[in-house]
């Protein structure tokens, strides 16, 4: 999708996020004015035209617009079991810890985030996409838990979530986190592993599991979605 642009000619959307390496023809998808470099093209065609050029003017055949290249707008989806599996206070109490060390990493590399948070029944977005890491960061300390751990409805909330946001051709690249021991209470898992899956997003699963037994759960499920495995804690 081309950035939008305001009357001054500045890029309003994702372009504006990177950075100028040089500029090419004006409008097929590049509505970016440069406006120094389309003056720089009428002043050679001006000066090549010697005795016979008309006063300095800009045509349509002048225009140039910006050409961006590197870091356009990166998603990092949080996706955090807040059910009762996640067991005493304390366990989740590093848990949000160790979120709040995730969202302070994608703030220094600017990235937006957004936050499902699954138990009970349902897996709401509870942080739209956002720079703002504070009030993601806000969100989490006053997020409750406890309840069923609907991960099944969660996998599919965020399968729809990088699906929408691919239509709209709103995100560079979407990373979804998944962050739980792995447990679930849906009957039908395999169904919200192969809606993320096909979503081809890039996946991490952190396993929160904390039993001096490991049961696997968490390492069982990143290998059925193909994703990352990462222990926690360590």
């Not at 470099?37 to 003017?57: D, E, F, I, K, N």
């Not at 079991?81 to 979120?99: E, L, P």
């Not at 991490?204 to 059925?224: C, F, K, P, Y």
């Amino acid at each position: 999708r081309p950035a939008a642009v305001t009357s001054r000619g500045r890029a309003t959307d994702a372009a504006a996020h990177q950075r100028v390496v040089g500029d090419t023809a004006y409008g097929d998808g590049a509505h970016e004015l440069a406006t120094f470099a389309s003056m720089l093209r009428a002043g050679r065609r001006v000066a090549r035209a010697g005795a016979r050029a008309a006063p300095l003017s800009i045509t349509a055949d002048d225009l140039r617009a910006r050409r961006r290249a590197g870091r356009s707008r990166q998603l990092a989806l949080f996706v955090l079991d807040c059910s009762g599996s996640m067991g005493a206070h304390q366990r989740m109490a590093t848990t949000k810890a160790a979120m709040r060390s995730l969202l302070a990493s994608a703030y220094h590399k600017r990235d937006l985030v957004a936050l499902i948070g699954f138990r009970g029944r349902t897996a709401p977005l509870l942080v739209a996409p956002t720079r703002d890491v504070a009030r993601a960061m806000e969100q989490l300390r006053t997020l409750p838990t406890g309840g069923r751990t609907p991960l099944a409805e969660a996998l599919r909330a965020a399968a729809e979530f990088v699906r929408r946001g691919a239509a709209r051709r709103d995100y560079a690249d979407t990373r979804v986190v998944l962050i739980t021991d792995g447990r679930s209470t849906d009957a039908d898992l395999h169904r919200g592993i192969a809606a993320l899956r096909a979503q081809r997003a890039a996946l991490a699963v952190i396993d929160t599991e904390a039993s001096l037994v490991r049961l696997g759960r968490a390492r069982s499920l990143a290998r059925r979605l193909g994703a990352t495995y990462v222990a926690f804690p360590g």
